[in-house]
């Protein structure tokens, strides 16, 4: 199995921009996660989906923020406009019942 | 209020110098306790699910045991290569997961 796959790996962007995170879960897992991790906050719940429906969305910190999932097999999160405070490393992970497996993180850095 | 918590923040060992990494949680209903561990630039790669206390798991030179309050990551005898940040996380009842802020890992060769 391919695992989970994010992209890009790396964004660079500048302020006010827009910026798109892509994902594609595990075949077969029926649950998505968005997480953020900082140094200062460690990992932190941003949305997650099952059966591609929204969950739980309360970690989402703003309206700048926004993710969808039109299908099994796809999602993503969007920043727009992006600011400084958004940089960080950006996780999805999926998972079947209970086990979260994660992808390698799409590192943002707004300046 | 459910939360976990992780100690030490850092743990520097000399190889072969065995020791335990903690993690303390409160939660409603526990559905499963796992440990992930985290190389810099990478996710967070699995390594074990608990679901009850007294269950245990091994993995190479890693034990993980689990009570009802806390669970334990045994490392025995470590190389450098398990220098690592061991992040741990619960599942409640509602399905909810929340996250340590890991125990960053350094073994001195």
């Known amino acids: 199995d391919a695992g989970v796959i994010q992209s890009p790996r790396h964004e660079v962007t500048e302020m006010g921009q827009e910026v798109t995170l892509r994902c594609k879960p595990i075949?077969?897992?029926?649950?998505l996660f968005w997480y953020r991790q900082t140094m200062m906050r460690g990992l932190e719940l941003l949305i997650y989906?099952?059966?591609?429906?929204?969950?739980?969305d309360s970690g989402m910190p703003e309206d700048r923020f926004s993710a969808k999932m039109p299908n099994a097999s796809f999602s993503t999160l969007k920043i727009q406009p992006s600011e400084p405070r958004d940089s960080a490393v950006y996780f999805c992970?999926?998972?079947?019942?209970?086990?979260?497996?994660f992808g390698e993180g799409s590192w943002l850095t707004v300046v | 209020e459910d939360q976990v918590t992780q100690s030490p923040e850092a743990l520097r060992l000399q190889e072969g110098e065995s020791s335990s990494l903690n993690c303390s949680y409160t939660?409603?209903?526990?559905?499963?306790l796992f440990w992930y561990r985290q190389d810099p630039g990478k996710g967070p790669e699995f390594l074990f699910t608990?679901?009850?206390a007294g269950e245990e798991k091994e993995k190479e030179r890693l034990k993980a045991t689990l009570t009802k309050k806390e669970s334990f990551l045994h490392i025995t005898a470590p190389k450098p290569e398990d220098s690592a940040t061991y992040l741990c996380?619960?599942?409640?009842?509602?399905?909810?997961?929340?996250f340590g802020t890991g125990t960053s890992l350094t073994v001195i060769p």
């Open positions: 939660v409603s209903g526990l559905r499963g």
């Open positions: 608990l679901y009850s």
């Open positions: 989906f099952n059966n591609n429906v929204p969950i739980d």
């Open positions: 992970a999926s998972s079947q019942r209970t086990t979260i497996y």
């Open positions: 075949s077969g897992h029926n649950s």
């Open positions: 996380a619960v599942q409640a009842s509602g399905n909810q997961f929340y």
